[in-house]
């Protein structure tokens, strides 16, 4: 389970990580599916929210994925 987000943390709705990371929103909704990438937390009415991290974390993707990584092997990587 991901960790609480940081109190006073601005949070963004799936569109707007899209939006600042680039990609589509398919894109990251299958690396969710892969276990690469998680909200911060969920509203009350489950729209998940990401928080700065999450773009941190889907540069790190790109990167592996750069250096001919799998996505499988990159959740391996970001694992630990």
């Not at 006073?8 to 589509?24: C, F, I, Q, Y």
């Not at 499988?72 to 630990?80: M, Q, V, Y």
Request: hydrophobic share 40%; glycine share 8%.
């Amino acid at each position: 389970m991901s960790s609480p987000a940081v109190q006073g943390e601005r949070l963004m709705k799936v569109g707007e990580l899209a939006d600042r990371s680039g990609k589509t929103v398919r894109a990251l909704r299958f690396y969710e599916e892969m276990d690469l990438l998680h909200p911060a937390q969920r509203t009350r009415g489950g729209f998940r929210m990401y928080d700065e991290q999450a773009l941190l974390r889907i540069y790190w993707i790109d990167r592996l994925q750069e250096l001919g990584f799998s996505l499988r092997d990159t959740r391996t990587f970001l694992e630990n």
